[in-house]
């Protein structure tokens, strides 16, 4: 079993930046890839960005590709999303998970193990 706990969430003004952090314990998720999802109130989770075992692959949200960036560090067993330009459609709660494969996938159904979640706001 892995347990992920996600930080780094908070209030920002739009336009500002945020950078979040996965840790997980029980086991290295070094041969795992990672996904950030997210959830507003009323909505239902969707896909952020995702990054493959090695890092070398990454893919994310039409809403958020060049704004955000999925990168790890698998001697830190940690994952970051690092979030700039925000909008107040940002605003959710982030969660971070991990697949069981290799291969990052955008659909939370592949993703066995989820985190507590972090929350983002961003006001206007």
């Known amino acids: 079993q892995v347990q992920l706990v996600e930080s780094g969430g908070g209030l920002v003004q739009a336009g500002g930046s945020l950078r979040l952090s996965c840790e997980a314990s029980?086991?290295?998720?070094?041969?795992?890839?990672m996904g950030w999802f997210r959830q507003a109130p009323g909505k239902e989770r969707e896909f952020v960005a995702a990054?493959?075992?090695?890092?070398?692959?990454?893919q994310y949200a039409g809403s958020v590709k060049g704004r955000f960036t999925i990168a790890r560090d698998n001697a830190q067993n940690a994952v970051y999303l690092q979030m700039n330009s925000l909008k107040p459609e940002d605003t959710a709660v982030y969660y971070c998970?991990?697949?069981?494969?290799?291969?990052?996938?955008?659909?939370?159904?592949?993703?066995?193990?989820w985190g507590q979640g972090t929350q983002v706001t961003v006001s206007s």
């Open positions: 990054i493959n075992w090695s890092g070398f692959i990454t």
């Open positions: 029980g086991r290295t998720i070094s041969n795992n890839a």
């Open positions: 998970a991990a697949r069981q494969g290799r291969t990052a996938q955008t659909m939370g159904i592949e993703y066995p193990y």
